[in-house]
């Protein structure tokens, strides 16, 4: 099944860095989304990206979208120890189906 | 609003057991969906649903079933518990196509 793949899978940086996740899809999408997972709690949704759009920013977070190589970048700058988390890619092929999700990146930020 | 609320929050079964998770949201939305999630796999779909009365499969259905009688609720059900079984599951609402994703905190399971 299409499922998006995040890369790396673990990144460990400093308060301060910037930290860079990407991720990597099989097929078209709709959009591609990213999520924020706090260890033993829900998924929150970080930003959407539409395939018709190539860069989106939101606060401290930058997302690139190349439909051509399939594949999303998310940037966080600046990065705090509260930033500290895992975060996931999610895909969606085409309106009316769910979001597949990938493996995820753990993101560590150390003070 | 109360958002996404899934109980319960934990449980504990044995192999063979049945049990239903429930799930319910108070947006109005359309879509849920149920995911499980375990260590090192990321989050996988299980079931969906994109209205009252509609349902469908997602990556890995087997072994749960769902239902979707009213907009509000959609409750996952195990036949017969397997430790396979064993995982974290959320639910999940949006309001439409395309659109993000509201998720319940989750209800960690253990099959024995």
């Known amino acids: 099944s299409q499922q998006g793949e995040e890369d790396p899978q673990a990144l460990s940086i400093q308060e301060g860095e910037n930290a860079t996740m990407n991720c990597s899809y099989k097929t078209s999408i709709n959009n591609l989304q990213w999520y924020r997972q706090n260890s033993g709690r829900g998924l929150v949704h970080l930003i959407l990206?539409?395939?018709?759009?190539r860069e989106k920013h939101s606060g401290r977070l930058r997302v690139t979208l190349d439909t051509s190589k399939k594949s999303s970048s998310l940037l966080i700058t600046a990065s705090r120890a509260a930033d500290t988390a895992s975060y996931f890619c999610?895909?969606?092929?085409?309106?009316?189906?769910?979001?597949?999700f990938g493996k995820g990146t753990t993101l560590s930020v150390s003070s | 609003n109360a958002g996404v609320t899934q109980t319960p929050k934990f449980q504990v079964l044995k192999t063979g057991q049945s049990m239903t998770l429930q799930c319910a949201q108070d947006?109005?939305?359309?879509?849920m969906s149920w995911y499980r999630q375990d260590p090192g796999m990321g989050l996988r779909l299980i079931h969906y649903?994109?209205?009252?009365?509609?349902?469908d499969q997602g990556e890995v259905p087997n072994g749960y079933n769902v239902s979707r009688s009213t907009t509000e609720d959609f409750p996952l059900r195990l036949l017969s518990a397997a430790p396979s079984q064993t995982s974290v599951y959320f639910c999940?609402?949006?309001?439409?196509?395309?659109?993000?994703?509201?998720f319940g905190s989750g209800t960690q399971l253990s099959v024995l």
């Open positions: 999610a895909t969606n092929q085409e309106a009316g189906t769910a979001l597949i």
């Open positions: 990206i539409r395939s018709n759009e």
């Open positions: 947006m109005n939305h359309e879509y």
């Open positions: 649903s994109v209205g009252a009365g509609i349902t």
């Open positions: 999940a609402s949006r309001p439409g196509p395309g659109e993000k994703l509201f």
